[in-house]
């Protein structure tokens, strides 16, 4: 595939099926057919083809390039009968061809687009007049041609124009076709595709966590078996009234296996000599803490002896935090008191009904953190494993380097407004891939990735040593 002749195409999913073989084909042409871009051999276009439409695409696409080659009627026909439905594109997106010594005019670029016409209708194709849209407005060009010549491609000034026609422009833009052709490309085709197209969810709705076997009693368990170590049997009764509470909604929505998959990574750590921070809200769940997960006591400020568990809590509210307590001795074995509790209520980590999702957020160390990421595929399996993708946009700092050597290099003098202006419309525009430093994408084993997402190496780099989202 290194060495063929690549050729543009357009994949679009009609159902949740075609979906889920859209991210299994994007995922291959990045993982496993990369060359400079990515690609993909045509059976397993093929392999691949339930729920999908395939169109011909722009140029660059196989058919508008045999087009161009004069390639014979029949051959024509054997090329479009691999796609579902045919394209055809303003003539000034493709007048570069005529600069290119491509074609010789626009009228011979019409004769091109007029042949797919026809093909279309021998073959009873649909033809799709498309736009090939990079941006929205027609003015929107000075931003593309901006970034072009920042990232140092040639002819960055002569851009087409790729922006978002309206119905009325588009239909202006065939007007060298019959009228009954015009309606045909512009309106009904893309109709007929359009109602082919189911209302489709790239991500599911439902929760989708990983499966733990029997993590529903391991966590009831845990934290049952802390709390008697810490405050005695019988539990005094706000300590087991919070437990059966916060189990309850655990328990109850299915989140256990998070908080055992927290224990186990934690557990890890720490076991191996690393220290862990837990941030944010995880502190007002006082199941995390009875598990290991963090250091912080939702509870009401309170004493408690660690020898005879004692314990003495302050449920009036008058003390926020169990720190401030003043120092105390046991009443009944005279050893001092522990001071504990930061009365942080449990509604501010999983909602009011206790059903909102938790979120678990852990600090590991840097150098640890491989070691965590491989003791997670350890417990669920190198197949269901994924570092979380990111993507890299342009930062403003850099779009403002680009816009500034753009404007020198043209001899330009620009107000300040309007260098913030292009500043504005270049920044946040996609630049590379990478991996997020810590996230990890966990799938259940009744599940694939291609359900949730495509993978890909970060930037396209095969010797990452990681697959991403």
């Not at 394209?87 to 797919?116: C, H, T, V, W, Y």
């Not at 087409?160 to 490309?185: I, K, S």
């Not at 003043?326 to 009944?332: A, G, I």
């Amino acid at each position: 595939h290194e060495f063929q002749k690549p050729y543009h195409i357009i994949l679009l999913a009609k159902n949740q099926t075609g979906l889920e073989n859209l991210y299994k084909l994007v995922s291959l042409s990045h993982t496993e057919y990369f060359f400079r871009t990515p690609r993909l051999p045509r059976h397993l276009i093929k392999q691949y083809h339930e729920g999908l439409l395939i169109g011909s695409a722009c140029e660059s696409g196989e058919l508008f390039r045999a087009i161009v080659r004069g390639t014979d009627h029949a051959r024509l026909e054997s090329i479009a009968s691999f796609y579902d439905y045919l394209e055809i594109q303003p003539l000034g997106n493709n007048e570069f061809m005529i600069r290119a010594g491509e074609a010789s005019s626009r009228e011979e670029l019409a004769d091109f687009n007029k042949q797919i016409v026809k093909l279309g209708q021998r073959l009873g194709k649909a033809v799709v007049a498309t736009g090939d849209v990079h941006f929205i407005n027609p003015e929107d060009e000075v931003y593309r041609r901006i970034i072009q010549s920042g990232q140092g491609y040639e002819g960055s000034d002569a851009q087409a124009p790729l922006y978002m026609r309206t119905t009325a422009e588009m239909l202006a833009e065939f007007d060298y076709l019959t009228p009954e052709e015009q309606r045909w490309v512009v309106i009904d085709c893309p109709n007929r595709i359009v109602d082919a197209i189911e209302d489709i969810k790239p991500v599911p709705d439902e929760f989708c966590p990983p499966i733990i076997e029997g993590s529903d009693e391991e966590i009831r368990q845990m934290a049952y078996d802390r709390a008697v170590q810490l405050y005695g049997d019988p539990l005094p009764a706000i300590v087991s009234d919070r437990i059966e509470w916060e189990l309850q909604s655990i328990i109850g929505h299915g989140y256990a296996v998070l908080y055992l998959i927290a224990h186990k990574l934690v557990k890890k750590s720490l076991d191996d000599g690393y220290l862990v921070g837990s941030r944010g809200s995880v502190g007002s769940s006082l199941i995390a803490t009875l598990c290991g997960i963090t250091e912080v006591n939702p509870l009401p400020a309170h004493y408690l002896c660690e020898d005879c568990h004692y314990s003495e809590f302050m449920e009036s509210g008058s003390i926020g935090s169990g720190v401030d307590l003043p120092d105390k001795d046991c009443p009944k074995c005279g050893q001092p008191l522990k001071k504990d509790g930061h009365d942080i209520h449990f509604a501010t980590f999983m909602g009011f009904e206790g059903d909102k999702e938790p979120d678990i957020d852990l600090n590991f160390s840097g150098e640890y953190q491989p070691v965590v990421h491989r003791y997670t595929e350890e417990l669920f399996g190198k197949d269901y494993v994924f570092r979380a993708g990111t993507i890299t946009t342009l930062a403003e700092k850099t779009a403002f380097g680009f816009v500034k050597a753009y404007l020198e290099e043209h001899g330009t003098h620009a107000r300040r407004a309007q260098i913030n202006r292009l500043v504005k419309g270049c920044t946040g525009v996609k630049r590379s891939t990478g991996q997020h430093p810590g996230g990890m994408m966990v799938v259940p084993p009744n599940r694939n990735i291609h359900q949730f997402s495509p993978v890909q190496y970060p930037a396209n780099d095969k010797n990452a040593g990681w697959i991403t989202t």
